[in-house]
């Protein structure tokens, strides 16, 4: 992660290139189904709106509705440990340091020493629990 800077930076241009190569089996594909289509159309089995819909379903731009719902939603993939949620850290970081600060200029420079006292009390209790074997039911 870059620190922000109000100078730009010149980075080298990367090279990039998209290879190409003939596909016999995808080109006989496309071909009978060009013809699969054609005859369908003469035959009066296939209509211009179908044929632009299974268009669209082949080309995988279809529907983005159809099948949502069983896929599973994004509320049950969030992680269920409260120290992975990063809006709760970011919210604990920063309670810390606003109230660090306005304590930093209503109390001094005592509030330091109180805040590493805490730190350090809340790094033992951390390191306690960790090594805190656990039980084998668990």
Do not use: C, W
Not at 25 to 44: F, H, N, P, Q, W
Not at 61 to 89: D, N, Y
Request: proline share 7%.
């Amino acid at each position: 992660m870059n620190f922000p800077s109000i100078f730009r930076v010149n980075r080298p241009s990367r090279f990039n290139i998209n290879p190409r190569h003939y596909d016999p089996v995808k080109e006989e594909i496309a071909s009978r189904t060009e013809m699969i289509k054609k005859d369908l159309e003469s035959k009066g089995v296939l209509t211009p709106e179908e044929e632009a819909l299974l268009e669209r379903r082949m080309s995988g731009k279809g529907s983005t509705i159809r099948g949502a719902f069983t896929s599973g939603s994004p509320i049950k993939k969030q992680p269920t440990k409260i120290m992975e949620k990063t809006g709760l850290v970011r919210m604990i970081i920063v309670i810390l340091l606003t109230g660090g600060f306005g304590s930093y200029i209503y109390f001094g420079p005592v509030v330091g020493y109180y805040f590493l006292y805490l730190a350090a009390a809340g790094a033992l209790v951390f390191g306690l629990f960790k090594l805190k074997p656990r039980k084998k039911d668990e």
